[in-house]
C-alpha cells in the first residue's frame, strides 16, 4: 500500500485502501492521515468519509468524527455504518438519546444490522432503560446466535437481575466456544458462590485468574478463592 501511494500519490483508492490497513494493525494515527488524503482527492466519497469517521472515533476525537459522519450521511443518507460509527461518536459523548436515534435509523435501513441491534441495547443500558436493553440483546442473539459478546453483556445484565439461571446458560454456552472468556468466567464464579456451590466457584474464579489481565479484579477474585478454600478446609475438617 505504502508503495501504490509513492507510484500514484493523487490517487484517492490508493490512500483510503493504505488507511485501511492501518486502521486494521490499530494505527488509527497513520490511518487517519491518509484517510484525510483520501478525503481531499475525492470528497463525495461516503465510503471514505464514514471510515475515517471510524478512526477520529478511536482516537478519542469524538466532535470531529460527528461532523465527518454527518458529511458522509450527506453524501449517502442510506449508509448504516456511517450511523453506526454516530453512534459510537455519541456514546463516546455521552449523548446517549442522540446515540439511540442514530441506531433506530441504522435499524430502519438495515433490519438485520447486528451491530447496530448489540449497540442499541448498550446504549438502552446506559440510560438506564434495562428492560429495553435486554430485548435488544435478544434480538441481537436472534439473528446471530453464535455472538459471544453479545451472550457475555446479556447474561451480565441478567445476573444484575438475578435471572441466574438463564444467565448462567449464556456464559456456558459462551464457554463453550471461547473457553478462556474472561468475563463469562468471573459471572459463572459470582453465581456459583451465590448458590453455595463452593468447589464450582473456585474451580472458575481459578481459571478466571489465569486468563485475566484486569489487576484490581484479580485482587478482588483472588481474595474470593482465599475464603471459598477456607470453607472448603472447614467442611473437610468437620
Known amino acids: 500500500g505504502e508503495s501504490k501511494i509513492l507510484d500514484h500519490p493523487v490517487a484517492w483508492q490508493g490512500h483510503f485502501d493504505l488507511a485501511l490497513e492501518y486502521a486494521n494493525r490499530k494505527l488509527f494515527d497513520r490511518s487517519l492521515t491518509h484517510f484525510e488524503r483520501a478525503a481531499e482527492l475525492n470528497p463525495a466519497s461516503s465510503e471514505v468519509l464514514t471510515n475515517m469517521g ?3 472515533c478511536e482516537l478519542g476525537r469524538h466532535p470531529e468524527a460527528v461532523r465527518t459522519l454527518e458529511r458522509a450521511l450527506r453524501a449517502n443518507p442510506r449508509d448504516p455504518e456511517a450511523y453506526c460509527n454516530l453512534v459510537v461518536a455519541f456514546l463516546g459523548m455521552g449523548d446517549y438519546p442522540r446515540a439511540t436515534e442514530a441506531l433506530t435509523r441504522a435499524i430502519e ?27 435488544a440483546y435478544d434480538r441481537v442473539l436472534a439473528l446471530y446466535p453464535g455472538y459471544a459478546t453479545a451472550k457475555a453483556e446479556l447474561g451480565t445484565i441478567l445476573v444484575f437481575l438475578k435471572r441466574l439461571d438463564r444467565a448462567e446458560g449464556l456464559f456456558l454456552s459462551v464457554l463453550q466456544d471461547e473457553p478462556d472468556h474472561a468475563v463469562a468466567l468471573y459471572n459463572l464464579g459470582l453465581i456459583s458462590r451465590t448458590q453455595h456451590r463452593a468447589d464450582e466457584a473456585l474451580e472458575t474464579f ?3 485468574l489465569r486468563v485475566s489481565e484486569n489487576a484490581a479484579l484479580n485482587a478482588r477474585v483472588g481474595e474470593m478463592c482465599r475464603e471459598l478454600r477456607r470453607v472448603k478446609r472447614v467442611k473437610s475438617e468437620e
Do not use: D, K, S, T
Not at 121 to 130: K, T
Open 54 to 56: 471510524y478512526a477520529l
Open 109 to 135: 435501513i438495515q433490519p438485520e444490522f447486528v451491530n447496530a441491534h448489540c449497540n442499541l441495547a448498550r446504549a438502552l443500558l446506559r440510560m438506564g432503560r434495562v428492560g429495553e436493553a435486554v430485548a
Open 206 to 208: 481459578e481459571r478466571f
